[in-house]
C-alpha cells in the first residue's frame, strides 16, 4: 500500500486507508474545489509503525484489568499509551516518504519550511470518525520537517483518548479496528477572506452569489465584527451585479510567530477593496462548483492564499448547506393550478403591469 | 416634483428666427395647442435624430411615428398605450407617449388579445412574406426614376397611345416615392412593437425569477446567431479574407479608392474577381449608414465606398498580423445554450421550467424581425429613398431650382409637388418658370437657419415627466426610465460626479477617451480608446474591434447600438444624456458597464 496520497490523486477505493477526513479532502479536490492543498500519510503507515514497535503487545499490556469506570484509571494509561505512540521509532523508509512529500509540499510554493495543519483522520468500520470529531488531535501551524514527523505520531497516538478508549473497551471493539490516517495541509496565509452565499440572502435569487470578503484572516468577516465589503456576481453570467466596498477598519493578520491578531487597518487600506475583479469572479465560480457538487445552496468560506499563484489562490475552507431560504422552501413564478402555456394572457398583464420598470434590485 | 422647461417657455436660438418654416405646420408647437403641449411631458429623441431635422427629412420621421402610432391605436390595440405624439422644436424631435384611457384597457385587451394573437400563432410566416414584402417595396422604389424631361417625348410615347408623358410622371413619381415610404414604415411597425411585447414577456418572468439577473443575460438568451445586422461587417471581413487569400493585398497599401482599384485590375484575373466580389457584397449589404439612417446627410457605404474600404483595410492588416477576425457562431451558439441551460437549471420548478421555454421560445420566433428589420427598413430603404430624392434634386439643379442637387432635402415634402408643377408647366410651355428665383434664396435662409438650430444643445425633456415612467415602448426603444429622467433633472452627474445611464453591456474598462460627434470622426479613435459619441449605428461595427468601451448620450437597452455593443462583447453605458458635454477627448476614465456608470478619473 501507498504510504502518501495527495489529495489530487485520491480516487474512491482509498477511503478505508485515508479516513474521513482525508477522503473528503481528496475528493473536493478531484470535484474541483480547491482545499489547501496537501497530502495524506495513510493508514498502512501507521499499520506499519505499530507493527514494527510490537504495540498491540504493549497497548494489550497496558489495558489490562481496565475498569472504564475509575477515571483517574483510565487517564494514567491511555496517557501511557499515548506516549509511548508519541515517541515510537517509524519505519524508516516511512518517515522519509513524509519528509519527502513535505519538501515537495514547500517546493510546490518556493516556501522552506511550509506552515502546515497536522490533523488527525481516523477509519474504522464500526464506529464512525464523526462520533470522535474533536477527540482526535490537530496542530496547527507546525513548520519544519521534524516538528511534522512529531505531529504524525501525535496524531496516531489520539486514537487512545481516554473517551475513545472507554467506548471500544465498553463495545468490545479491537483496538486493532480502528486506523490512523493524518492529514498534513498547507496553513491557509490569507490576503483577504469571507464567505460566500449562492444564492442572493436579501431575496433568496438563485441566480446570484453574495460575497462578503475582508482583508486577512476571516474571523473578523464571520463573526460580524468587520464591515466587509459585499459583491454580488450573476451566476451564470459571472458578471459582477453588484459592489460596496465598506470601510474596513480593522483586520485578522499573521504574526512572526505564527498566531493571528487583530490589528487596526489604516484609511487608505480600510477603503480599498480587498478583491480584485478576478479574484470576485474566482469565488463565485467556486462558490457555483461547491453547490454543483453538493446539489444545493451553499454557504462557504473561502480565502485568497497569499503565498499561491494567481489563479490557484482561491481556497475552499468550508462548505454547507445555506438554510434560511432553502428552509422557506422554492419560490416559484408559475403559482399553483395556473397555466403556463396561455402567452397571450402573460403578454397583456406584461404590458399592463411592467416589470421592466424595475432597477435590478426589484426596486 | 420637478421638471423641465415647458414647450411654450423654449425661446428660439438666435439666427434662427422663423425656423418653424422648415418644418410641417401641424408638427411644430402653435399658441392654439399650447395648453395641451404645457401638459404633455415630451422626451428628445436623440436615438434616430440627434441633430437638428432637415426639413424634407423631417417627413420620414413624421410618417414614422404616424405608423407606430397606428399600429398601437388603429390595428393591435394595444391594451395600455395608444400612439406617440411628437413636436418638433428647435428642429428636434420630441415625443410623448399618447396612453390608452382606463376605462378601454379591458375591451381593448380582448381585441389585441385576438389580433396580435394572430401574429404570433402565425409568426414566421407571416415575417417570411414581410422579407418578401420589403424587397418587392425596394424593387418598387429602385424602379422610380427621375429623369430630366426631354426635350421632345419619344416617338414610342405617342405612338403607344399612352396619352401622357414625362411631366406628368415626375409629379406621380415623386407621389410614388412618398407612398413607398408611408408603406415602408407601416411595414416596419407591422412586427415590431409585437416582437418588443413578447421580448418583455420573457423579460418579466426572467426579472421576477432572478431580480438580480441582467438585461444584457436576458438578451442574450434571446439574441440570434446569425443576424443581417451584422452582415455588412460579415461582408468586410470577406472581402479581406478574399484579399488575403488570393495575394492581392498589397493593392491595398494605395491610398484611395480609385488607386486601389486601378492595381486590382492591373492584377487580372484575381484583382477583376476581388472588385465583382464587392460589387456583389454592395448590393444590397452596403446600403448602409454611418448614422441612424434617418438624415439624408449620413454617408451611406455604397455612394462612399472610401468607408468600406478603409475598414477592410483595416481588416487585411489584422488577419496579416495573425488575428482571427470571424465571428465564432458555433461558440458564440454554444455560449447562448448553456445561459440558457443555466438559468433553466436554477428555476424553482418544473412549471417555472416550461413556461421559461415557452416564453423563451417566444421570444427567439419574434426576435429576428427585432434585430434585422432595422438593416432593411433604416439603412436600405432609406438609402433608396435618399438617393431618388437626390436624383430629383439633380433635376432641380439642372433648371437652375436648387445650387446642389442635395439642397432638396431643405425644401419640405408638400413644397416638392408645388416646385414640380413649375418646372413642368415651364417646360410645357415652354417658358421661365419662377423656382430659379424663388427657391435659392429661400434655401440659402434655411441653410443659415438649420446651422443655428444645430448648435442649439436641445434639453433632454420638456414639461412635466411622470411620477413612474410605465409605457413599455417608450423605456424599450428610447431606453427613457423613471432613474434616466431623475438623472436628467440632476444636470447628469451623480453625487460623486460620475455620469448615470444604462447598463448596456457589462464589465469595466478604464482608458483614455475620445469624444467624437459623428461618423466623419471615426478616423480619429484610436486603438484602445473609449469612444464617447452621441450614439453609435450599427455600421460603425468595425471600429468596435478596436475599442476598450463606448460611452452615448442616448439610447436603450434595445437601441440598434446597444445591440452591436453586446455582440462585441465591450462594456457600454448608454443614454447618459451629458457625456458628449461632460468628457473631453483625452481624460481618463472608467466605464462600469454592469452599473451604468462613468467616472472621469483626471
Same mark, same amino acid.
Given at each position: 500500500?501507498?504510504?502518501?496520497s495527495?489529495?489530487?490523486s485520491y480516487?474512491a477505493g482509498?477511503? $478505508?486507508?485515508v479516513?474521513?477526513?482525508?477522503? $473528503?479532502?481528496g475528493e473536493m479536490?478531484g470535484?474541483?474545489l480547491?482545499v489547501?492543498p496537501g ?10 509503525a505499530?507493527?514494527?514497535?510490537d ?6 499490556r497496558?489495558?489490562h484489568?481496565?475498569d ?6 483510565? %487517564?494514567?494509561?491511555?496517557a ?11 519505519p524508516?523508509g ?5 519528509r ?9 510554493f518556493g516556501m522552506?519550511d511550509v506552515?502546515?495543519?497536522v490533523?488527525s483522520?481516523?477509519? $474504522?468500520?464500526?464506529s ?17 520537517a ?5 505531529a504524525?505520531?501525535r496524531?496516531?497516538?489520539s486514537?487512545?483518548t481516554d473517551r475513545?478508549?472507554c ?6 471493539y479491537?483496538?486493532r479496528s480502528?486506523?490512523?490516517c493524518?492529514?498534513?495541509q ?6 483577504a477572506?469571507g464567505?460566500a452565499?449562492t444564492?442572493?440572502?436579501?431575496n ?5 452569489v453574495?460575497i462578503?470578503a475582508?482583508w ?6 464571520v463573526?460580524?465584527?468587520?464591515t ?9 453570467m459571472?458578471d459582477?451585479?453588484k459592489?460596496?466596498v465598506s470601510?474596513k477598519?480593522h483586520?485578522?493578520?499573521l ?6 491578531e487583530?490589528?487596526e ?6 477603503s480599498a ?7 470576485i ?8 462548483t ?5 446539489g444545493?445552496?451553499?454557504?462557504i468560506?473561502?480565502a485568497?492564499d497569499?503565498?499561491?499563484?494567481e489563479g490557484d ?5 468550508q462548505?454547507?448547506?445555506?438554510t434560511?431560504?432553502s428552509k422557506?422552501g422554492p419560490?416559484?413564478?408559475?403559482q399553483p393550478?395556473q397555466k403556463?402555456?396561455d ?5 397583456v398583464?406584461t404590458?399592463? %403591469?411592467?416589470?421592466?420598470t424595475k432597477?435590478p434590485d426589484g %426596486? | 416634483m420637478a421638471?423641465?422647461?415647458?414647450p411654450? @417657455?423654449?425661446t ?7 425656423w418653424?418654416e422648415?418644418?410641417s405646420y401641424s408638427?411644430?408647437?402653435s399658441?392654439?395647442?399650447a395648453?395641451?403641449e404645457?401638459?404633455? =411631458?415630451w ?7 440627434p441633430? +437638428?431635422?432637415?426639413?424634407w427629412?423631417a417627413s420620414l420621421m413624421?410618417?414614422?411615428i404616424?405608423a407606430?402610432?397606428?399600429?398601437n ?6 391594451p395600455?398605450?395608444n400612439?406617440?405624439d411628437y413636436?418638433?422644436?428647435n428642429g428636434?424631435?420630441?415625443l410623448?407617449p399618447?396612453? &390608452?384611457?382606463?376605462a378601454?384597457?379591458p375591451a381593448? &385587451?380582448?381585441?389585441f ?5 394572430h ?5 414566421n410566416e407571416?415575417?417570411?412574406n414581410?422579407?418578401v ?6 424593387k ?12 421632345v @417625348?419619344p416617338?414610342e ?7 401622357r408623358?414625362?411631366g406628368g410622371?415626375l ?11 408611408s408603406? !415602408? ?5 407591422? =412586427?415590431?412593437?409585437?416582437g418588443?411585447?413578447?421580448?418583455l414577456?420573457?423579460?418579466g418572468?426572467?426579472k421576477?425569477?432572478f431580480?438580480?439577473?441582467s438585461d444584457?443575460a436576458?438578451?442574450k438568451?434571446v439574441a440570434?446567431v446569425e443576424?443581417d445586422?451584422?452582415?455588412p461587417d460579415?461582408e468586410?471581413k470577406?472581402l479581406?479574407r478574399?484579399?488575403v487569400d488570393?495575394?492581392i493585398?498589397d493593392?491595398?497599401?494605395?491610398g484611395?479608392?480609385e488607386?486601389?482599384?486601378e492595381?486590382?485590375r492591373?492584377?487580372g484575373e484575381?484583382?477583376? &474577381? ?6 456583389q457584397?454592395?448590393?444590397p449589404w452596403?446600403?448602409f449608414s454611418?448614422?441612424?439612417g ?5 454617408k451611406i457605404w455604397?455612394?462612399?465606398?472610401e ?6 483595410k483595416g ?12 465571428r465564432?457562431t458555433?461558440a458564440i451558439?454554444?455560449e447562448r445554450?448553456?445561459?440558457?441551460g ?5 428555476l ?5 421550467r ?8 417566444l421570444?427567439?420566433v419574434?426576435?429576428?424581425y427585432?434585430?434585422?428589420h432595422n438593416?432593411?427598413?433604416e439603412?436600405w430603404?432609406h ?5 431618388k430624392?437626390?436624383?430629383?434634386g439633380g433635376?432641380?439643379a439642372?433648371?437652375?431650382? !436648387? ?5 432638396i432635402f431643405?425644401?419640405?415634402?408638400? @413644397?416638392v409637388?408645388?416646385a414640380?408643377?413649375d418646372?413642368y408647366s415651364a417646360?410645357?410651355? #415652354?417658358a ?6 424663388y427657391w435659392? #434664396?429661400?434655401? +440659402?435662409?434655411r441653410k443659415e437657419i438649420?446651422a443655428? !438650430?444645430?448648435a442649439w444643445? #436641445?434639453?433632454p425633456a !420638456?414639461?412635466?415627466p411622470p411620477e ?7 423605456i424599450?426603444l428610447w ?11 440632476g444636470?447628469?452627474a451623480s453625487?460623486d460626479?460620475?455620469l448615470?445611464g444604462?447598463?448596456a453591456?457589462?464589465?469595466v474598462?478604464e482608458?483614455?477617451a475620445r ?5 466623419d470622426?471615426?478616423n480619429e479613435?484610436q486603438?484602445?480608446?473609449?469612444l464617447?459619441a452621441?450614439l453609435? &449605428?450599427p455600421?460603425?461595427?468595425?471600429i468596435?474591434g478596436k475599442?476598450k468601451?463606448t460611452?452615448t448620450d442616448?439610447g436603450?437597452?434595445?437601441?440598434h ?5 453586446r455582440e462585441y462583447?465591450? #462594456?457600454?453605458?448608454t443614454?447618459?444624456?451629458? +457625456?458628449t458635454?461632460?468628457i473631453k477627448t483625452?481624460?481618463?476614465i472608467r466605464?462600469?458597464?454592469?452599473n451604468?456608470?462613468v467616472t472621469?478619473l483626471d
Amino acid at each position: 500500500m501507498t504510504t502518501i496520497s495527495w489529495f489530487e490523486s485520491y480516487w474512491a477505493g482509498m477511503k $478505508s486507508e485515508v479516513g474521513g477526513k482525508a477522503a $473528503s479532502l481528496g475528493e473536493m479536490t478531484g470535484a474541483g474545489l480547491p482545499v489547501p492543498p496537501g497530502f495524506a500519510v495513510t493508514t498502512s503507515a501507521y499499520r506499519r509503525a505499530r507493527d514494527e514497535s510490537d504495540l498491540d503487545a504493549h497497548i494489550a499490556r497496558l489495558l489490562h484489568g481496565l475498569d472504564i469506570t475509575d477515571t483517574d484509571m483510565v %487517564s494514567e494509561r491511555c496517557a501511557k499509551i499515548r506516549q509511548h505512540i508519541a515517541t515510537m521509532p517509524i519505519p524508516e523508509g516511512i518517515e522519509l516518504q513524509i519528509r519527502g512529500a513535505y519538501l515537495e509540499l514547500g517546493a510546490r510554493f518556493g516556501m522552506k519550511d511550509v506552515p502546515v495543519a497536522v490533523r488527525s483522520s481516523a477509519t $474504522s468500520e464500526d464506529s464512525p470518525d464523526a462520533s470522535f470529531a474533536g477527540e482526535h488531535d490537530t496542530y496547527l501551524w507546525v513548520r519544519g520537517a521534524e516538528d511534522v514527523i512529531d505531529a504524525v505520531r501525535r496524531c496516531w497516538a489520539s486514537l487512545f483518548t481516554d473517551r475513545a478508549t472507554c467506548y471500544r473497551v465498553e463495545m468490545g471493539y479491537e483496538h486493532r479496528s480502528v486506523e490512523m490516517c493524518v492529514v498534513i495541509q498547507k496553513m491557509v496565509h490569507p490576503k483577504a477572506a469571507g464567505v460566500a452565499f449562492t444564492l442572493d440572502p436579501t431575496n433568496g435569487d438563485r441566480s446570484q452569489v453574495a460575497i462578503d470578503a475582508a482583508w486577512g484572516f476571516g474571523e473578523g468577516v464571520v463573526a460580524g465584527e468587520v464591515t466587509p465589503d459585499n459583491y454580488r456576481v450573476d451566476k451564470v453570467m459571472l458578471d459582477i451585479t453588484k459592489r460596496i466596498v465598506s470601510d474596513k477598519t480593522h483586520e485578522y493578520v499573521l504574526t512572526d510567530h505564527d498566531t493571528v491578531e487583530r490589528v487596526e487597518t489604516t484609511p487608505e487600506r480600510a477603503s480599498a477593496p480587498c478583491l480584485t475583479d478576478n479574484e470576485i469572479k474566482a469565488i463565485a465560480r467556486l462558490a457555483k462548483t461547491a453547490e454543483r457538487h453538493y446539489g444545493c445552496p451553499q454557504d462557504i468560506e473561502w480565502a485568497v492564499d497569499v503565498d499561491l499563484p494567481e489563479g490557484d489562490n482561491i481556497i475552499l475552507l468550508q462548505s454547507r448547506p445555506e438554510t434560511v431560504w432553502s428552509k422557506k422552501g422554492p419560490t416559484t413564478v408559475v403559482q399553483p393550478g395556473q397555466k403556463t402555456g396561455d402567452f397571450m394572457s402573460s403578454i397583456v398583464s406584461t404590458l399592463m %403591469s411592467p416589470l421592466y420598470t424595475k432597477g435590478p434590485d426589484g %426596486s | 416634483m420637478a421638471g423641465f422647461p415647458l414647450p411654450s @417657455e423654449i425661446t428660439t436660438p438666435p439666427g434662427a428666427e422663423g425656423w418653424q418654416e422648415l418644418y410641417s405646420y401641424s408638427s411644430t408647437c402653435s399658441p392654439a395647442r399650447a395648453a395641451y403641449e404645457d401638459s404633455m =411631458f415630451w422626451f428628445q429623441d436623440g436615438v434616430h435624430w440627434p441633430k +437638428a431635422l432637415l426639413p424634407w427629412d423631417a417627413s420620414l420621421m413624421e410618417v414614422a411615428i404616424m405608423a407606430l402610432s397606428q399600429y398601437n391605436t388603429r390595428h393591435l390595440l394595444v391594451p395600455p398605450a395608444n400612439g406617440i405624439d411628437y413636436r418638433i422644436v428647435n428642429g428636434y424631435t420630441y415625443l410623448s407617449p399618447v396612453p &390608452a384611457p382606463e376605462a378601454d384597457i379591458p375591451a381593448r &385587451a380582448e381585441q389585441f388579445m385576438q389580433r396580435a394573437g394572430h401574429y404570433f400563432m402565425n409568426w414566421n410566416e407571416l415575417y417570411d412574406n414581410w422579407l418578401v414584402k420589403i424587397r418587392d417595396l425596394v424593387k418598387e422604389m429602385e424602379g422610380i426614376s427621375f429623369d430630366p424631361l426631354p426635350d421632345v @417625348e419619344p416617338l414610342e410615347v405617342v405612338t403607344s397611345g399612352a396619352g401622357r408623358g414625362a411631366g406628368g410622371d415626375l409629379q406621380a413619381n415623386y407621389l410614388k416615392l412618398l407612398t413607398c415610404a408611408s408603406t !415602408l414604415w407601416q411595414y416596419h411597425f407591422e =412586427f415590431l412593437n409585437l416582437g418588443y411585447a413578447a421580448y418583455l414577456d420573457f423579460f418579466g418572468f426572467c426579472k421576477t425569477a432572478f431580480p438580480g439577473i441582467s438585461d444584457l443575460a436576458i438578451a442574450k438568451m434571446v439574441a440570434g446567431v446569425e443576424v443581417d445586422l451584422f452582415r455588412p461587417d460579415e461582408e468586410l471581413k470577406r472581402l479581406a479574407r478574399m484579399a488575403v487569400d488570393t495575394g492581392i493585398t498589397d493593392a491595398f497599401k494605395l491610398g484611395d479608392v480609385e488607386g486601389t482599384c486601378e492595381a486590382l485590375r492591373a492584377k487580372g484575373e484575381a484583382g477583376q &474577381a476581388w472588385i465583382s466580389s464587392f460589387q456583389q457584397s454592395a448590393e444590397p449589404w452596403f446600403n448602409f449608414s454611418t448614422g441612424s439612417g434617418f438624415s439624408s446627410q449620413d454617408k451611406i457605404w455604397i455612394e462612399h465606398v472610401e468607408i468600406p474600404f478603409d475598414f477592410i483595410k483595416g481588416y487585411i492588416d489584422n488577419l496579416q498580423k495573425g488575428d482571427d477576425i470571424a465571428r465564432p457562431t458555433e461558440a458564440i451558439s454554444a455560449e447562448r445554450d448553456r445561459i440558457v441551460g443555466e438559468y433553466a437549471a436554477l428555476l424553482a420548478s418544473d412549471e417555472d421550467r416550461e413556461a421559461f421555454n415557452g416564453k423563451l421560445g417566444l421570444a427567439r420566433v419574434v426576435f429576428p424581425y427585432v434585430e434585422n428589420h432595422n438593416f432593411y427598413v433604416e439603412h436600405w430603404s432609406h438609402s433608396v429613398i435618399w438617393r431618388k430624392m437626390k436624383d430629383l434634386g439633380g433635376i432641380f439643379a439642372k433648371e437652375g431650382f !436648387l445650387e446642389d442637387p442635395e439642397d432638396i432635402f431643405f425644401m419640405k415634402r408638400h @413644397e416638392v409637388p408645388d416646385a414640380l408643377f413649375d418646372l413642368y408647366s415651364a417646360w410645357a410651355a #415652354p417658358a421661365q418658370p419662377a423656382g430659379p428665383h424663388y427657391w435659392p #434664396p429661400i434655401i +440659402a435662409k434655411r441653410k443659415e437657419i438649420h446651422a443655428a !438650430l444645430n448648435a442649439w444643445k #436641445p434639453t433632454p425633456a !420638456l414639461g412635466t415627466p411622470p411620477e413612474v415612467v410605465t409605457e413599455p415602448f417608450t423605456i424599450m426603444l428610447w431606453g427613457i426610465t423613471s432613474d434616466s429622467i431623475a438623472s436628467w433633472l440632476g444636470g447628469g452627474a451623480s453625487d460623486d460626479g460620475s455620469l448615470g445611464g444604462m447598463a448596456a453591456s457589462p464589465g469595466v474598462e478604464e482608458g483614455l477617451a475620445r469624444v467624437i460627434f459623428g461618423p466623419d470622426q471615426i478616423n480619429e479613435v484610436q486603438e484602445g480608446e473609449i469612444l464617447v459619441a452621441p450614439l453609435t &449605428a450599427p455600421s460603425w461595427a468595425p471600429i468596435f474591434g478596436k475599442i476598450k468601451a463606448t460611452v452615448t448620450d442616448t439610447g436603450g437597452m434595445m437601441s440598434h447600438a446597444a445591440i452591436v455593443c453586446r455582440e462585441y462583447g465591450l #462594456p457600454a453605458v448608454t443614454g447618459t444624456g451629458f +457625456a458628449t458635454s461632460t468628457i473631453k477627448t483625452g481624460q481618463r476614465i472608467r466605464v462600469d458597464g454592469s452599473n451604468g456608470k462613468v467616472t472621469i478619473l483626471d
